[in-house]
């Protein structure tokens, strides 16, 4: 996954924890997302930003924050973990002009929350 | 609202046989639709995306996946597979160019058996 990088790859921590993933790209690209997959869901979007500072709720945001300070990074927190958020999570973005550029994601953090 | 049905949850098929993973999609408006590929403990990958023209598109590793604007339909397909196909596959849909959230099926894992 050329060019865009998640850390940690793997973690577990404990219940009521908080918890940061890291999101750094290396793209430029405007566009960055953060989704869980989980069996029989699919991709499910948390948040979104369209730019430094800009960010905005995707369908499973509860529990869940963002934050861009810079182009290249986007955190994702969860700030007391739940066993519910036991999931892997993929970064992804995308450049416009158009909606049709598609995603590049990243490889992925496998958290689990015990 | 726009969403993505994929109604095989997995598809096992033997080595060299042609598959057939279907997608179907609900949106009132024109959209772009895409398919990828995850492979085990790695994120998605592009395999292919339809914008608009020719209903036939072709990707990456001999897929190909026809548009249906009647039965709103995206289905990917490969004439002869291979074990190293064995992956799973998601169905996205982004309703055209002014937006860029993609909404995922909720995948397919297909197995090929020797």
């Known amino acids: 996954d050329a060019g865009i990088t998640q850390s940690p790859r793997h973690k577990v921590t404990e219940t009521g924890t908080p918890v940061t993933l890291r999101c750094h790209q290396t793209?430029?690209?405007?566009?960055m997302y953060w989704y869980r997959q989980d069996p029989g869901h699919g991709l499910r979007l948390i948040h979104y930003?369209?730019?430094?500072?800009?960010?905005d709720k995707g369908e499973v945001s509860d529990g869940y924050s963002v934050s861009r300070s810079k182009t290249e990074d986007f955190l994702l927190t969860l700030e007391s973990a739940t066993s519910s958020q036991t999931s892997v999570y993929f970064c992804?973005?995308?450049?416009?002009?158009?909606?049709?550029?598609?995603?590049?994601f990243g490889s992925g953090t496998r958290l689990t929350v015990v | 609202a726009q969403s993505v049905t994929q109604l095989d949850s997995q598809v096992p098929v033997f080595e060299e046989a042609p598959v057939e993973l279907r997608c179907n999609y609900s949106?009132?408006?024109?959209?772009?639709l895409f398919w990828y590929v995850q492979y085990p403990n790695q994120g998605l990958q592009l395999l292919l995306k339809?914008?608009?023209?020719?209903?036939l598109v072709k990707g990456i590793n001999g897929f190909e996946a026809e548009f249906n604007k009647s039965q709103t339909s995206f289905h990917l397909r490969k004439p002869s597979v291979h074990i190293s196909d064995t992956a799973e596959y998601f169905c996205?849909?982004?309703?055209?160019?002014?937006?860029?959230?993609?909404?995922f099926g909720t995948g397919t894992r297909l197995k090929v058996l020797a």
């Open positions: 992804a973005i995308s450049e416009p002009p158009t909606g049709g550029n598609g995603y590049t």
């Open positions: 793209e430029n690209h405007r566009y």
């Open positions: 930003s369209y730019g430094v500072k800009d960010t």
């Open positions: 949106s009132s408006v024109s959209v772009y």
């Open positions: 339809y914008l608009s023209g020719s209903t």
């Open positions: 996205a849909v982004s309703e055209g160019s002014g937006t860029y959230k993609y909404i």
